[in-house]
């Protein structure tokens, strides 16, 4: 072939479809496949039609119409249709090429790819991709990491296909070793749970506690928006809380069922947590709050056989509640981000990743779902002080939740005075009061571990590492 493509893209769902326009936007001849063949052959007739496209009927034919070394970007369902592929296509290649898993693939299955691949000479590379169709479409966040020889050949089409921060940046850095890209990009959805789920939260609040109209909470996030709060997610939640009926006659969001579904990697960033022993309580909660809703038939039931506080005791009049409602939401959602951070510093650890979090937080800042204004005040926060234990510590967002705890709390009391459950915004808060507890009850839990199975303690007037042990 005389026309050699610059990359090869198999699979040709939404996201893999969105990704190759995109490449082939910006200049680069994409080689395409898809295991359907009518797949490929609609894309090259449909939004393909007359581009810089080569559609390839197999494996071979795509490596054959790659030029060397030869890239290949895997946009397929994670799990086993991801070793499907690279079982057809691996001896294919030559030392030399790149292998990219874009998909939502578990940082483990990257892990064991990697060293797979790279005993045979081929560059791995576990890339996560977030901002949906729109963003890979035109422009997403990307966190590749993986082989580092396969970073000065893939960064160029990389760099130029991911989005661009306010400051002209690409939302595109190397991350680190072996499967610390799909890490990075599980923490990102594993904060971006916590932070629908927040959300969802003070709609609920809006909606149920303080009577606001959808009108009402439409203005309300649009104004937040604008403000400390501005987010991908806060702006997006303006726009659904306007959207009426095609008939005129209703808002469509009163039509939404509420059963919330998940693809998994949210529950895989509290599994990693719970591996790493890091308290991530919100994102936690996040997660069973989606498991609880899909129990609707359950809940239906439970709400006429299950009683709760007679009344609201809490006034409920006035514009103050909206200010503290923000307060709440801008205070929990600094805890989520300090928890996730916190998970990727004990994963790095761990892993010998040495992820550098500033620069995370900096490729985060466009593309992405959980793009926000405050992206920029934590790359300054990490860029300062790179040891960092916790988000909450630095200067900044010590001081925004001092000012905010005030609202924070009284959000939680009328949450629970009117029998709103607000899991993430409780647990936020139980978090925070738990970090910065200097003594805690948990002097009680180790004497009861020690009474029923000796497990020891150790005394607060002894140096620590000394373990004691009493008959009760």
Known sequence: MNNLCDIGLVGLGVM?????????????????????????????????????????????????????????????????AVDAVLSELVPLLSPGDVVID????????????????????????????????????KGPAMMPGGSSAAWPLVRPLFQSISARAADGAPCCDWIGPDGSGHFVKMVHNGIEYGDIELICECYQLMRDCLGMSNPEMQETFARWNEGELGSYLIGITAQILGKMEPSGEKFLLDSVLDTAGQKGTGKWTVEAALDEGVPLTLIGEAVFARCLSARKEERVHASAVLSGPAACHFDRSGAEWKNLLSSALLAAKI????????????????????????RIARLWRGGCIIRSVFLDTIHNAFSEQPELKNLMLSPWFRNTLARAQDGWRKVVCMAVSCGIPVPALSSALSYYDGYRCARSGANLLQAQRDFFGAHTYERTDRPRGEFFHTRW
């Open 102 to 137: 874009g998909g939502n693939s578990d940082f483990h299955d990257t892990r064991r790819r990697y060293e797979q691949l790279s005993g045979k000479g081929i560059h791995f590379v576990g890339c996560g991709v977030s901002g949906g169709e729109e963003g890979a479409l």
């Open 16 to 80: 893999g479809a969105s990704l190759a326009r995109n490449m082939e936007s910006r200049g680069f001849r994409v080689g395409v496949f898809n295991y359907i063949p009518s797949v490929t052959a609609e894309f090259l007739e449909g939004p393909g039609k007359g581009k810089n496209f080569y559609g390839a009927d197999s494996y071979t034919s795509l490596v054959a119409s790659l030029s060397v070394p030869r890239k290949v970007f895997l946009m397929v369902t994670a799990g086993k």
């Open 335 to 358: 805890v989520s981000y300090a928890q996730g951070f916190d998970l990727l510093r004990a994963a790095s650890e761990e892993y010998g990743w040495q992820l550098d979090c500033g």
